[in-house]
């Protein structure tokens, strides 16, 4: 499986931006599709992850109510549209992919990873 993410950019506080993540590969229903940013100097974290039907998305209490996670099976694409964004949000993000469950905190068991794709919000 291979994960291509895009989208990144330098924005202002307030704009919006939608990153992608393009998945190759022999993925199946059986995955749960995420997003993890890692700041410079702090852990990465759990952002937002969705069911691939697409029934079902979590997210960080942090991005909850700007970030919306959707997907495109026919694309075999997910999509992260962040809105309201703030100075704290800059941070590289991952997509990310693992079998049967979500995984919240710094994901270090995730069955794959993309390159990451790098975001940053002036004030």
């Known amino acids: 499986v291979q994960l291509q993410a895009s989208g990144g950019g330098l924005v202002q506080a307030g704009d919006s931006l939608r990153l992608s993540c393009a998945a190759s590969?022999?993925?199946?229903?059986?995955?749960?599709m995420h997003w993890f940013r890692q700041a410079p100097g702090k852990e990465r974290e759990f952002v937002a992850a969705i069911s691939w039907s697409g029934d079902y998305t979590w997210d960080a209490d942090s991005v909850r109510g700007r970030f919306t996670i959707s997907g495109d099976g026919a694309k075999n694409t997910v999509y992260l549209q962040m809105n309201s964004l703030k100075p704290e949000d800059t941070a590289v993000y991952y997509c990310?992919?693992?079998?049967?469950?979500?995984?919240?905190?710094?994901?270090?068991?995730?069955?794959?990873w993309g390159k990451g794709t790098l975001v940053t919000v002036s004030s």
């Open positions: 590969g022999r993925i199946s229903s059986h995955y749960y």
């Open positions: 990310a992919a693992n079998r049967f469950v979500v995984v919240r905190g710094t994901g270090s068991v995730m069955d794959y």
